[in-house]
């Protein structure tokens, strides 16, 4: 019995997964054996319709919506604007809709301080102290805010993104040196969602919108985290020259 090509594994096939990963010598393969890119799964997105995302869109009838297409553009422009950050890992970073730099420093009950260049480049004389451990770096941007520690995991910390995320929506990420980018979504002053992926790829599980966002910023997980909180940042500033660096009082539920 031969093997069936269009075989789903997690609600979608070969050829949905060449086209998402933009292997368009293994689409063309796949469609010579006889795939189906007219098939439907991942909540509307056929291989055909997914297509018209990239590059290389296959023959369809199907069409994007205006704001597909826009977010199609958005992704062009955000990633081209970042620029290819980040460098390294071991940084954390919170994206916050709606709220600007003062505004979070007043929601962490946070102190404003001075960081000089040289801190920051060479990640502090010990960038594991208690000084350094709790200042984190935050930048009014279009949309909202972006916060950064280049040195640790505090921007992402969940007692932080749960206080910025009041009325709103935030997206946090640990680039964890030892096991890849760790996400989460804070909502309305809560942690709603933990384990994700930024950048990594689609879920099954996921809605209409977040298949499309997983898919355009596939190995973009900085830029994931910006669209996905719907900032329209136009460059790396905020990563790498914050406007102002804060310190958290010290607490013990920034972790929890």
Known sequence: MGTDIDAMDEGRTALWNAVHERQFDEVEALLAAGADPLRPMMHGWSPARLSLTTA??????????????????????????????????????????GVDAETALRRLEADSV???????????EDPFGDDAEGTIGVTTVPGGCVLVQPWGFSASMPGVLDRLSAGTVAYGMYANPKSGNQGSVHRDGETVEWDLHPGGGVDEQETALDVLLAHLYLDEPVAFCCAYAGLRLADDRAFRRPDLWLRLPERDYWNA
């Open 56 to 97: 290389h869109p296959l023959p369809t009838d199907e069409v994007l919506t205006p704001e597909e297409r826009a977010a199609v553009e958005e992704r062009d422009r955000l990633v081209a604007a970042l620029g290819g950050f980040p460098d390294d890992d071991g940084f954390s970073l919170a994206c916050v809709a």
């Open 114 to 124: 001075e960081v000089t260049e040289e801190q920051v480049q060479g990640w502090w």
